[in-house]
Structure formats: C-alpha cells, structure tokens
C-alpha cells in the first residue's frame, strides 16, 4: 500500500474508534437529564440510582472520546497538512467553536454531576446536567457543521488557492446540514436505547431486580420503539437531499452503472468495478426508482456519470446494507419489546437476550452510515474544493504503517476494556429477590 492509501486507513481507524464514545455522550446527556427530573418529581428514588449507574458509563464514555480525539486531531498536522493549508479558515473556526462552547461546557459540570448529588443544592445538581446534556448537543452540531460543510461547501470563496469564508450563515447552514445533525442525533439516541435496555436486560437475567433495572430497561425499549422508526423517515429525507447534492455517493450506494430509470434496489450483489456490472444480483424491480424519485419509471444517476470522480463501489454498497439491516433489526426488536412490555408488563428471557445483543448494536449502525458518507465523497475531500491526494502530506509510508500498527492494538485493547467495564459495572448492580415463603424482598449485592 502507498502513503495515501495507509494514511486513510489510520485517519479512518482513529475516528471509528472515536466517534464511538461522542455516539454515547450525545445521547446519554439527555437521558441523565430525564432521570434527573423524574427524581425531582417524584422523589422516587429508582431514578437516582439510574442516574448514579448510567453517569458512571457517561463519564467513562466521555473520557475516551477525549483521548481519542486528541489523537485524531494530530493527524490533521502530520498527515494532511493540505487540508488546514487550504480550508483551515473555515475548519479551524468551527473546530474552536466545538471546544469553546461544548468541551469546556461538558468537562467542566461532569464533576458536580458524578460527586455533587449531596454537595451541592438540587437545582445546582440538576443544572449541571443540563448544561452538559447542551455541551454534548453543541458538540454535535459543530462537528456536523463542519463534516456537512466539506459535503455541501457554500459560503466561501477561492483566492490564490485558500478557501476564505464570506458567509458564515451559509457555511454552518449549508444544504446537506440539517438532514446530517437529524440523522446523528437519532443514531446516538438510538445507540443509547439498546445500551440502556441491553445492559439493564443483562441485570435482569442474572437476577436484579431493582426497581431502578426496570425503569431503565423499560426508557430504553421505548426509546427504540419510538426512534427506530422515526429515523427510517429521517434516513429516506437524508437520502433524497443526498440524491440532489452528491449523486455520485446515491449511484455507488445503490451500485447503480448506468443512469437510468425503473432502476431495481439491489439487495445483495457483488459490485465488480473492472467490469461495471454487479455479479450474483439479488434485486427488487423498480424499487431504487420508487425509493428515490417516488416513481417506478423515475430516473437514477449511474456510476458511468462520473468515471474517475466516484467513490469505491463495493465499500459504500455493503456499508449502506449493514446500516439498514442493523436499523431493521432495531425497529423489529424495538416495536415487540414495547408491545410485551405494555401486554405483559415483562419480557421473555429469549427477548432479553435479544437486547442483550443488541446493546452495541448502535455503534455498528454508526459506523457503517459513517463510512458511507466519509467514502462516499471519494476522491473529494471537500466536495469540488480539494481531493484527498492534494490534502496527503509527505510522511514515508513506512512511518504511517508501523504507527497505523500501534493504533490497531491500543484500540483493540481499549475499546475491549471498556465493554468489560461497562458490563462489569452492570453485573455489581443490586440484586432483588423474595425471601423464600414470603413476599418481603431482600437486597443483596451482585457477584460477577
């Protein structure tokens, strides 16, 4: 592999392991906030001790999105020195505005929430969570500003080869904006739905049954119930505006060559780029057409539109499916836990452990809606502006291999550190059973 190639892989190697925790954060925030004022309006102590358990993953979720992006953000000065040269004074700004309103906003009031419950007067207690729910929303949207900013760039002009800004309205608010914060925002929740109710099905079938167990597990599956579908409509209208600004992106998603219409959506092939053909096709007629234009007849652009200026097929195909297939699933499990949950009022163990594999499910889903649009703007770095040939830097492929090494293994350990700890944490929860001939429940603390 080249210097180019292995630089892409490291950045992409260092922001899947990042966006990760910030998936969690975004969320979770809010959910902290919810317990919160349930406590305050019932004075039921179940919500408490949710939020003493989940502010214990929020914090170690926000400590390894700190550290990963710190790492992340190197690279834009040794590997693509190109990037900061040529829009730096559009990135630079928004990245600035990302720490000054959010990081601070977030690093600042985590301390009162994890320690401040009986230091410091409720409504201080609670308006640190609120403020750090907002930093990590804030966060978000400056994030997404920028990422949607080097889809859809306006707002700016070229002088001597610097992009400089002359609309900031317009740069922040550029077209693919809203659809790209909506979608992100419903992953993150939904993320943190199936972690709340996978870990909190976890708790239950190993036997605890503490009043605080079930409230979570039920926020969560109502959570998915809601969202799950919702974000099918927020995906259709990301797709749509996806179709009316980087058509090339649509075109290799759906493994679509030739512009055409009654275009059929392809459920699974084998996308063969030497040959511009799919091989062992299984597709649905028309149904790419209907999707996209809302007609059978409607026209698709083709991949042979844009020869030499469209992404890697097979990439985005099979990333585009696995976020699908992952959001089918959320939406099945999510809709029958909420009906057994309202018919019941308790689910079955096979249910359980459904959720219970789910609970990461989110982050797959994430990632694989974030190599879709990360590699679907290929060879764009920012869309029209800069490729990311001219964005690479100078350092010997050598260097970038043995560090790109080093990165794997860290995150490989990390990132199973902090599954192990999550579900460590779950397994110390309190057990609740009823003494034998009796009714009266008895507490006792969970041993792994």
Do not use: C
């Not at 760039?153 to 904006?177: C, K, L, Y």
């Not at 392809?266 to 007629?285: G, K, Q, S």
């Not at 260097?399 to 599954?419: E, Q, R, S």
């Amino acid at each position: 592999m080249d210097a180019l190639i292995l630089a892409r892989i490291q950045f992409a190697a260092n922001i899947s392991f990042h966006i990760l925790f910030p998936t969690i954060t975004i969320a979770l925030g809010w959910v902290l906030l919810f317990f919160k004022l349930r406590f305050n309006a019932t004075a039921d102590d179940k919500w408490m001790d949710a939020y003493r358990f989940w502010v214990k993953v929020f914090a170690l979720s926000f400590a390894m999105g700190v550290v990963s992006g710190i790492t992340m953000s190197f690279q834009f000065g040794t590997n693509w020195p190109g990037y900061m040269e040529r829009v730096g004074n559009i990135a630079g700004p928004l990245l600035a505005y990302e720490v000054l309103t959010a990081f601070f906003l977030e690093a600042t009031f985590l301390s009162i929430m994890l320690f401040g419950f009986r230091r410091v007067p409720g409504w201080v207690h609670t308006g640190a969570t609120v403020l750090v729910a907002f930093g990590t929303t804030m966060s978000a949207f400056w994030i997404l500003a920028l990422n949607s900013w080097m889809q859809t760039p306006q707002g700016f002009e070229m002088r001597d080869g610097i992009a400089h800004a002359t609309d900031w309205w317009a740069i922040v608010f550029n077209p693919s904006f809203p659809y790209r914060l909506a979608h992100m925002l419903t992953a993150s929740a939904l993320t943190v739905a199936f972690l709340l109710a996978g870990l909190s099905a976890w708790r239950w079938l190993r036997g605890d049954r503490a009043p605080a167990v079930a409230a979570t597990l039920r926020t969560g599956v109502v959570m998915a119930a809601v969202l799950a579908p919702a974000q099918l409509f927020i995906g259709d209208q990301h797709g749509l505006n996806t179709l009316e600004h980087q058509p090339a992106k649509v075109a290799a998603i759906e493994a679509n060559w030739q512009t055409r219409g009654g275009v059929p959506l392809v459920l699974f092939a084998l996308p063969d780029e030497a040959a511009r053909e799919n091989r062992f096709e299984v597709a649905i007629p028309y149904g790419a057409s209907l999707i996209l234009r809302h007609s059978p007849d409607g026209v698709v652009p083709g991949l042979d539109d844009f020869v030499g200026r469209h992404p890697p097929v097979a990439p985005v195909f099979f990333a585009f499916r696995t976020m699908v297939g992952i959001g089918v699933l959320m939406i099945g499990l999510g809709l029958l836990s909420a009906v057994l949950l309202w018919r019941r009022g308790a689910l079955p163990r096979l249910v359980l452990w459904g959720l219970v594999g789910m609970t990461f499910s989110g982050w797959v889903a994430t990632l694989a809606g974030w190599y879709v649009t990360e590699i679907g703007r290929q060879p764009w770095l920012v869309t029209g502006v800069l490729t990311t040939a001219q964005a690479a830097g100078p350092v010997p492929a050598g260097n970038i291999g043995a560090t790109l090494v080093m990165y794997l293994t860290i995150y490989a350990l990390l990132l199973t550190a902090y599954v192990v700890t999550v579900f460590r944490l779950a397994s110390r929860g309190r057990i609740v059973e009823a003494v034998p001939g009796t009714a009266m429940p008895v507490s006792k603390v969970a041993t792994p």
